[in-house]
């Protein structure tokens, strides 16, 4: 698939998956960095440093939840440059990737 280069901008994916317990004060340092959009999917599961978690575990009420924000480069260092320090804490992870934006509202990039 080729589209055109003018509907398209190239951006930083990052995707954090924490805690959702964390999911508050992770927030608090997303608006810290200025980030003006961002997506939550909650009581997701999987394997990790933390062992694993099963949001269909009702006897032990671990979830993990997952942002995934889209932003241009310089808003991404800073974004991780205000995240890492706590990151372990929050007993996670956090993935960058390049990709495109779909031209669209600039309010959410």
């Known amino acids: 698939m080729v589209l055109p280069s003018e509907i398209l901008i190239s951006m930083k994916r990052i995707e954090i998956v ?8 992770l ?7 200025n980030v003006r ?7 997701v599961g ?9 949001p269909e575990d009702y006897a ?6 997952v942002i995934v924000l889209a932003c241009e480069e310089k808003q991404a260092e800073k974004v991780i440059m205000t995240i890492h ?20 509202p600039a309010v959410s990039y």
Do not use: H, Q
């Not at 927030?27 to 960095?33: G, H, I, S």
């Not at 032990?60 to 939840?65: D, K, P, R, S, T």
């Not at 320090?85 to 669209?104: A, N």
């Open 46 to 54: 999987g394997m990790g440093s933390t062992g694993e978690r099963n």
């Open 27 to 33: 927030r608090e340092l997303l608006e810290e960095a």
């Open 18 to 25: 924490i805690n959702e317990d964390s999911l508050g004060e």
């Open 37 to 43: 959009g961002f997506t939550v999917i909650k009581k």
């Open 60 to 65: 032990l009420a671990e979830n993990n939840a």
């Open 85 to 104: 320090p706590r990151l372990k804490e929050f007993g996670g992870m956090c993935l960058i990737s390049d990709c495109k934006w779909t031209i669209g």
